[in-house]
Nanobody, 124 residues
Framework: QVQLVESGGGSVQAGGSLRLSCVVS????????MGWFRQAPGKEREGVAG???????TYANSVKGRFAISKDNAKNTLYLQMNSLRAEDTAMYYC??????????????????WGQGTQVTVSS
């Protein structure tokens, strides 16, 4: 069973930066597509960034040029570097994993494994 544990959230002023981490355990030797999602109060969970096992990345338009997804295979850790943060980035951020090399879309219904989330609050 794959387990995901996020950390790194917090409170920051607009324009600031945070780096989220997601430690992954329980790999079965398969490849996984990894993603970061966020959910603000009263809103649907939305995909923020995704990465396949070869390192190809995809981003939501709202974060392109500001966020960067990366991974350290030796540490079994996925990262989300968030720069130039805005008040509208305030949300609970989740790490997710799906067995395989691709997902049809960066949407929650295509991911099987989820972390518990880490809160990011950006004050303007």
């Amino acid at each position: 069973q794959v387990q995901l544990v996020e950390s790194g959230g917090g409170s920051v002023q607009a324009g600031g930066s945070l780096r989220l981490s997601c430690v992954v355990s329980g790999y079965t030797g398969r490849s996984y597509y990894m993603g970061w999602f966020r959910q603000a109060p009263g809103k649907e969970r939305e995909g923020v960034a995704g990465m396949d096992s070869d390192g190809s990345r995809t981003y939501a338009n709202s974060v392109k040029g500001r966020f960067a997804i990366s991974k350290d295979n030796a540490k079994n850790t996925l990262y989300l570097q968030m720069n130039s943060l805005r008040a509208e980035d305030t949300a609970m951020y989740y790490c997710a994993a799906q067995p395989g090399d691709v997902v049809p879309l960066l949407r929650e219904e295509y991911f099987s494994y989820w972390g518990q989330g880490t809160q990011v609050t950006v004050s303007s």
